[in-house]
């Protein structure tokens, strides 16, 4: 597709079960990052992939959290024994090296 | 540490007036400002933008102004429109590439 894609777009999960959250970028982009957006906050960024530097983790916000960018494109958000203080929307976004963010539509994240 | 603020969580307007949405920032490293829109259910949309060797950027109904003294930079829309309402986010960057956002302010243009 022509946009950035998240999958899934909703996911209810119980508490301290382990989740995946997944983004497509935009083909030949090579920044990605990972926001979440809890209810009534704002962007809240945890993690920057930009080419094949090291990420810029400092957003993430307990060692539950990891997330790995395969081959450049595909990336992968994984939060394990969710709480339910980890329930947000994830929003992916992908640029061009110092360009504007596409934003996919998120993934709605319900921990129960 | 909030670098970047939306002090203002919600503004109401009339259609056809001017809306003036403001942020602050406290990273005198930022050097590189953008404006998002969201809608409900959809993903934040890029706006307008500016760098910091600029004071002013247009676009349409949309202006963006940065002063850096201030460490403040505000978007203006004139004239509003209904299909305006929706939630802003400001962003920054310094030459790291990494954007942060503000908490947004929720615009509401009355018909």
């Known amino acids: 597709g022509a946009g950035v894609s998240q999958s899934p777009s909703n996911k209810v999960t119980e508490k301290g079960k382990d989740v995946e959250l997944r983004c497509d970028p935009i083909?030949?982009?090579?920044?990605l990052y990972w926001y979440r957006q809890s209810l009534g906050q704002g962007l809240e960024f945890l993690i920057y992939?930009?080419?094949?530097?090291?990420?810029?983790k400092s957003g993430l916000p307990s060692d539950r959290f990891s997330a790995e960018r395969t081959g450049g494109s595909v990336s992968t958000l994984t939060i394990q024994r969710t709480q339910q203080e980890d329930s947000a929307v994830y929003l992916c976004?992908?640029?061009?090296?110092?360009?504007?963010?596409?934003f996919g539509e998120g993934s709605r994240l319900t921990v129960l | 540490d909030q670098q970047v603020k939306q002090n203002s969580p919600s503004l109401s307007v009339q259609e056809g007036r001017i809306s003036i949405l403001n942020c602050d920032y406290t990273?005198?490293?930022?050097?590189?400002f953008l404006w998002y829109k969201k809608y409900p259910a959809e993903g934040p949309t890029f706006l307008i933008s500016i760098s910091s060797i600029k004071d002013k950027n247009e676009d349409g109904r949309f202006t963006v102004f940065l002063n850096k003294s201030a460490k403040h930079l505000s978007l203006h829309i004139v004239p509003s429109q209904p299909g305006d309402s929706a939630v802003y986010f400001c962003?920054?960057?310094?030459?790291?590439?990494?954007?942060?956002f503000g908490q947004g302010t929720t615009l509401q243009v009355k018909p």
């Open positions: 083909s030949g982009h090579t920044a």
């Open positions: 962003a920054a960057s310094a030459n790291t590439g990494k954007l942060i």
């Open positions: 976004a992908s640029s061009w090296d110092g360009g504007e963010l596409f």
């Open positions: 990273n005198s490293m930022f050097d590189y």
């Open positions: 992939f930009q080419g094949n530097s090291a990420p810029d």
